[in-house]
């Protein structure tokens, strides 16, 4: 489990997050939604320390991220698996050295083991006998499966996703949704996924957090979602014909 | 504009960050291996090249001002020894070298930067800086000297054929190649061009590392570096001039 606390982000005179407390369960797809701008990313980036918080509290399982000295702080990063928004796959390296990474800087795994791991990420996200690849022959919804493959490779604890699914066509992104949800079900667990994305709110959402104005103004899981009145939800939700047809329906 | 001093507070603390021990020294072997082959093996072509050229124009233009009898004709091959070594391979290779070997570094590291790469990097527990850049440096520190060496060689080549089209035998530039022959000043090219590639590399690193926003930002941060780094090599010629020779 993952828990924020009160946490505080500015950038300048800009209040990106203002008071955000949340659990996101283990075994779960978290959902954090929210309009572009809203600071999805921020606390995607808060929750790994890539960006420092004015106020408040991170806890991995009760470890509070932001007293951990860098010794420890390394180890629970090893713990976490994150998919970032464009892959950010290492491009001097082919698809299996990508997925082998981790395990070469962080275990003293010998090489078979390691092949085998990789294999196995890779089987996972239907990927299989793609190993020698270079990222730049890879298309849109491979990349993103090849970072899940990444971001599985060490059976991190704690999956932090980035809109996993942006820029794909909707058929390979319900894909990727349900691999993710799938993921976190099978291996237990705490996953938490940026998306503004409505299929993937209907398709994989069992708790969801709504950002709006910096705080969070909703809470639920999709099936809530259809019956709240939070008047700025259901204008985010229900932006578009169809989902505003299929609401009065 | 972030200032100077803030600039170079910044790029100390990199550097900081840099020089830690390598997690896996076979990893840091792999990287340091694919780097001198990038910076120092791509390199011996363009070096070879320029290396000639100079040492053939040094040597015609110094017969050129030596044509008068009272001048021994020795003193052409010797003038351009002593010119390739003191000034010409170095310096001139060094800012050669920023703009290849600089540009690269940046634009590789910047592009990382900007593809969340290095964020990747990080937040896997990764050293990012001592990762990227520790490689880099050892690559160039290391790669450079022999370059040199091989561009004098080259400089004197060159140097003879172009005292063959400006009529000295060979064998007075041979004799004034080896005439009054100081091994220091090699020491002192050496010393040299050390120093260039450790500014090169690391110059060249900061600007690609602190790079944000996206490719046009790539695209600057590699000017930024092949313009600072062959500034800053100016000033430490300058320097190091005036420490060993004067
Ligand atoms: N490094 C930064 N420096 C300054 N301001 C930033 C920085 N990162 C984000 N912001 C600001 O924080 C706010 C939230 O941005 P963020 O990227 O978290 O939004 P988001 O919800 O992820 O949006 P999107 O759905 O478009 O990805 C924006 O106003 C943005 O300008
Ligand atoms: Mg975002």
Same mark, same amino acid.
């Given at each position: 489990m993952i828990e924020i606390k009160n946490i505080h982000k500015s950038f300048g005179d800009n209040h990106v997050l203002n008071n955000i407390s949340f659990k996101f369960e283990k075994g779960k797809t978290n959902l954090i939604i929210g309009e572009s701008g809203s600071g999805k990313t921020t606390l995607l980036r808060i929750l790994i320390g890539l960006h420092k918080i004015d106020q408040g509290e991170v806890l991995y399982d009760g470890r509070d991220f932001n007293q951990l000295n860098s010794k420890?702080?390394?180890? $629970?990063?090893?713990?976490?698996?994150?998919?970032?928004?464009?892959?950010?796959?290492?491009?001097?390296?082919?698809? *299996?050295?990508?997925?082998?990474?981790?395990?070469?800087?962080?275990?003293?795994?010998?090489? *078979?083991?390691?092949?085998?791991?990789?294999?196995?990420?890779?089987?996972?996200?239907?990927?299989?006998?793609?190993?020698?690849?270079?990222?730049?022959?890879? &298309?849109?919804?491979?990349?993103?499966?090849?970072?899940?493959?990444?971001?599985?490779?060490?059976?991190?604890?704690? $999956?932090?996703?980035? *809109?996993?699914?942006?820029?794909?066509?909707?058929? %390979?992104?319900?894909?990727?949704?349900?691999?993710?949800?799938?993921?976190?079900?099978?291996?237990?667990? %705490?996953?938490?996924?940026?998306?503004?994305?409505?299929?993937?709110?209907?398709?994989?959402?069992? &708790?969801?957090?709504?950002?709006?104005?910096?705080?969070?103004?909703?809470?639920?899981?999709?099936?809530? $979602?259809?019956?709240?009145?939070?008047?700025?939800?259901?204008?985010?939700?229900?932006?578009?014909? $169809?989902?505003?047809?299929?609401?009065?329906? | 504009m972030k200032s100077v001093l803030t600039q170079i507070g910044q790029y100390f603390l990199m550097l900081n960050k840099t020089f830690s021990f390598p997690e896996k020294k076979s990893v840091f072997l792999k990287q340091f291996n694919l780097e001198l082959e990038k910076i120092g093996l791509n390199s011996l072509g363009i070096v070879t090249i320029i290396s000639f050229f100079i040492g053939a124009v040094v040597s015609i233009q110094t017969a050129f001002n030596f044509e008068s009898p009272i001048y021994p004709k020795y003193l052409i091959g010797y003038a351009t020894r002593e010119s390739l070594i003191l000034e010409f391979c170095p310096t001139m290779l060094a800012l050669i070298l920023a703009g290849k070997v600089g540009s690269n570094i940046a634009s590789e590291i910047g592009s990382m930067r900007v593809t969340e790469q290095i964020d990747a990097l990080e937040i896997m527990g990764v050293n990012s800086a001592s990762f990227l850049i520790l490689p880099k440096i050892f690559a160039t520190v290391l790669f450079f000297p022999i370059l040199i060496i091989l561009s004098i060689t080259i400089g004197l080549i060159g140097g003879w054929v172009g005292c063959q089209t400006a009529g000295i035998t060979s064998a007075s530039f041979m004799y004034g190649i080896k005439y009054e022959f100081n091994a220091f000043y090699v020491t002192y090219c050496l010393i040299k061009i050390t120093v260039f590639a450790f500014i090169i590399s690391s110059v060249s690193s900061y600007f690609g590392y602190y790079t944000n926003g996206g490719a046009l930002d790539v695209g600057r941060s590699s000017t930024k570096a092949v313009v600072y780094s062959s500034i800053i090599v100016l000033i430490f010629n300058f320097l190091l001039t005036d420490l060993l020779l004067a």
């Amino acid at each position: 489990m993952i828990e924020i606390k009160n946490i505080h982000k500015s950038f300048g005179d800009n209040h990106v997050l203002n008071n955000i407390s949340f659990k996101f369960e283990k075994g779960k797809t978290n959902l954090i939604i929210g309009e572009s701008g809203s600071g999805k990313t921020t606390l995607l980036r808060i929750l790994i320390g890539l960006h420092k918080i004015d106020q408040g509290e991170v806890l991995y399982d009760g470890r509070d991220f932001n007293q951990l000295n860098s010794k420890e702080k390394r180890k $629970l990063r090893q713990e976490i698996g994150v998919l970032f928004q464009r892959g950010a796959l290492y491009d001097f390296m082919n698809v *299996e050295e990508n997925i082998m990474f981790p395990l070469t800087m962080f275990t003293n795994q010998s090489y *078979e083991e390691k092949i085998e791991r990789v294999n196995n990420c890779l089987e996972r996200v239907n990927l299989q006998n793609n190993n020698n690849l270079k990222i730049s022959e890879l &298309s849109g919804g491979m990349i993103k499966r090849v970072s899940i493959a990444r971001a599985i490779a060490m059976k991190p604890k704690y $999956l932090l996703c980035d *809109e996993p699914n942006s820029g794909l066509d909707p058929r %390979t992104a319900i894909i990727i949704d349900n691999l993710i949800k799938e993921i976190s079900i099978e291996d237990d667990i %705490t996953t938490i996924v940026n998306t503004h994305d409505m299929n993937s709110v209907m398709e994989i959402g069992d &708790s969801i957090a709504y950002i709006n104005n910096g705080q969070i103004s909703w809470t639920g899981n999709k099936d809530e $979602l259809l019956q709240s009145n939070n008047k700025q939800l259901n204008n985010f939700v229900f932006a578009s014909k $169809l989902f505003k047809r299929l609401k009065n329906t | 504009m972030k200032s100077v001093l803030t600039q170079i507070g910044q790029y100390f603390l990199m550097l900081n960050k840099t020089f830690s021990f390598p997690e896996k020294k076979s990893v840091f072997l792999k990287q340091f291996n694919l780097e001198l082959e990038k910076i120092g093996l791509n390199s011996l072509g363009i070096v070879t090249i320029i290396s000639f050229f100079i040492g053939a124009v040094v040597s015609i233009q110094t017969a050129f001002n030596f044509e008068s009898p009272i001048y021994p004709k020795y003193l052409i091959g010797y003038a351009t020894r002593e010119s390739l070594i003191l000034e010409f391979c170095p310096t001139m290779l060094a800012l050669i070298l920023a703009g290849k070997v600089g540009s690269n570094i940046a634009s590789e590291i910047g592009s990382m930067r900007v593809t969340e790469q290095i964020d990747a990097l990080e937040i896997m527990g990764v050293n990012s800086a001592s990762f990227l850049i520790l490689p880099k440096i050892f690559a160039t520190v290391l790669f450079f000297p022999i370059l040199i060496i091989l561009s004098i060689t080259i400089g004197l080549i060159g140097g003879w054929v172009g005292c063959q089209t400006a009529g000295i035998t060979s064998a007075s530039f041979m004799y004034g190649i080896k005439y009054e022959f100081n091994a220091f000043y090699v020491t002192y090219c050496l010393i040299k061009i050390t120093v260039f590639a450790f500014i090169i590399s690391s110059v060249s690193s900061y600007f690609g590392y602190y790079t944000n926003g996206g490719a046009l930002d790539v695209g600057r941060s590699s000017t930024k570096a092949v313009v600072y780094s062959s500034i800053i090599v100016l000033i430490f010629n300058f320097l190091l001039t005036d420490l060993l020779l004067a």
